[in-house]
Every structure is written in C-alpha cells, then in structure tokens.
C-alpha cells in the first residue's frame, strides 16, 4: 500500500510542477480537450442508444420473465459501460499523447531540466508515439472485452469489472506515460519493461490515481500534462535514470 501511494503522489507532483507554469498547463491541456470533445460525444451516443443495443444484441430473453430480463439487460448494459469507458480511456491517452507529441515533448523538457542534469535527447518520433498507441489501444481493447465478460456475472460481476478496468487501465496509462523519459534515454520495450520492474507496485499507484482523475469529468484535460510532468520525475527519482 505504501508503494501505491507514493506512486500516487507522482501525479500530486507533476500537478504541482506546471501549478507554477499555469502557461505550460494550459498548453498541454489543449489536445486533451479536443480529444476529450470527440470521445465524449460518441459515449454519449452510445449511453443514449445502450438500452436499445443490449435488446438487439440478447434476442434470447425477449421470452424470460420480465424481472430477469431486465436484470440480465442491466448487467450487460453496465458492463458493456464500463468496458467501452477503459477502451475509451486507451484511446483517450493514445490520442491525445500521439496528437499532443509537441505539447507535451516540450513540459517532459522543462520537467527533466527542473530536475537538473543533462536532458536526454534520444528522438522519438510521430512515428513511434503513433506506434505505441496503437498498442496501446490493441491492448485496451482485449482489456475492454475481459471487463465485459466479468460485467455478465451475477452481483458482484460489474464490481469486478470495474475493479479490474481501473487496475489493468492504469497499469497501461503508467507504461504509456513513462515510455518518454525512458525511450529517450535509448530504453526499447525490453530495456523499459526490465527498468521499471523492481517499481511495479510504485508505477502501478501512479497509473491508477492517473486512471481515476480520468473517470472524472473533464478530469483527464487537467491530469494529462501533470501526469506527463510527473512520469518524468518517477523515472528519474525511482527509476534510478541520470
């Protein structure tokens, strides 16, 4: 639990980094928005539609009593919630970090340089940012639909699916987040996955309370800069980076 918590105060840290730049902050809240005004506008066409989709997707029931059907129809509508909103939650990030690169190339800079010592300067690229969120969102996608089997369990089945898309989102947006300041020291997936090992449970705090603002409304505009402003400051604190 410790660890998690200090994970957590990463995120507290990259906030209060840029709470100083409010130039910075607005700059980096900028893709966010736009991306923000698109996902949202198709979740809201799919929670306005999501009765009507269940109906269409478990012709099955239109015999079974009304009570159960209407159970099993809930259930299946949470889920299917819940996992669109940790596939959405890829996307979001993928998106906005692919479409930001510049925004947020320029807040990893300022936060390394705060932090003293040379700036890593290996390139990363449109190319490679694109190609990690779409990893990203490959991934998220067979998360999304192991959200949407557990929602299919009785009673406790959306708990769990909820537990689980916040925990395996978050494990993915804190990888997402700290490929920067790792590719940019030369670090390729192996090279990450092995420096980043020994802090799991450190990362993994930081990627949920990332996780979490991002449920929040609008909350994922305002936490996307800090959340890159503070991946910066774990890898070099924990990460044990020059």
Same mark, same amino acid.
């Given at each position: 639990?410790?660890?998690?918590?200090?994970?957590?105060?990463?995120?507290?840290?990259?906030?209060?980094?840029?709470?100083?730049? =409010?130039?910075?902050?607005?700059?980096?809240?900028?893709?966010?928005?736009?991306?923000?005004?698109?996902?949202?506008?198709?979740?809201?066409?799919?929670?306005?539609?999501?009765?009507?989709?269940?109906?269409? @997707? &478990? =012709?099955?029931?239109?015999?079974?009593?009304?009570?159960?059907?209407?159970?099993?129809?809930?259930?299946?509508?949470?889920?299917?919630?819940?996992?669109?909103?940790?596939?959405?939650?890829?996307?979001?990030?993928?998106?906005?970090? &692919?479409?930001?690169?510049?925004?947020?190339?320029?807040?990893?800079?300022? &936060?390394?340089? #705060?932090?003293?010592?040379?700036?890593?300067?290996?390139?990363?690229?449109?190319?490679? @940012?694109?190609?990690?969120?779409?990893?990203?969102?490959?991934?998220?996608?067979?998360? #999304?639909?192991?959200?949407?089997?557990?929602?299919?369990? =009785?009673?406790?089945?959306?708990?769990?699916?909820?537990?689980?898309?916040?925990?395996? #989102?978050?494990?993915?947006?804190?990888?997402?987040?700290?490929?920067?300041?790792?590719?940019?020291?030369?670090?390729?997936?192996? @090279?990450?996955?092995?420096?980043?090992? #020994?802090?799991?449970?450190?990362?993994?705090?930081?990627?949920?309370?990332?996780?979490?603002?991002?449920?929040?409304?609008?909350?994922?505009?305002?936490?996307?800069? @800090?959340?890159?402003?503070?991946?910066?400051?774990?890898?070099?604190?924990?990460?044990?980076?020059?």
């Amino acid at each position: 639990m410790t660890d998690l918590l200090r994970g957590a105060g990463y995120l507290r840290q990259g906030l209060t980094f840029l709470r100083g730049r =409010p130039r910075l902050l607005l700059l980096g809240m900028v893709p966010g928005l736009i991306v923000f005004l698109v996902l949202g506008a198709a979740f809201v066409a799919l929670l306005l539609n999501v009765a009507d989709l269940v109906a269409w @997707a &478990t =012709p099955f029931s239109d015999d079974w009593a009304d009570s159960v059907r209407a159970v099993v129809r809930g259930l299946l509508a949470i889920a299917l919630l819940v996992g669109v909103l940790v596939l959405f939650s890829a996307l979001f990030v993928a998106l906005t970090l &692919t479409v930001g690169d510049p925004f947020y190339e320029r807040i990893w800079r300022e &936060t390394e340089a #705060s932090l003293g010592g040379p700036v890593p300067d290996h390139a990363i690229g449109f190319w490679q @940012a694109a190609r990690d969120g779409l990893r990203l969102v490959l991934v998220g996608l067979g998360f #999304s639909a192991l959200v949407l089997l557990c929602g299919l369990v =009785p009673i406790i089945g959306p708990t769990v699916g909820i537990v689980l898309g916040v925990v395996f #989102s978050g494990r993915l947006l804190a990888r997402e987040l700290l490929g920067r300041p790792l590719g940019a020291r030369g670090l390729d997936d192996a @090279a990450q996955l092995a420096a980043t090992s #020994s802090r799991r449970t450190t990362v993994l705090g930081f990627g949920i309370a990332t996780q979490l603002c991002f449920l929040v409304p609008l909350g994922g505009i305002l936490v996307m800069p @800090a959340a890159v402003a503070g991946a910066a400051i774990l890898a070099r604190n924990e990460l044990d980076l020059a």
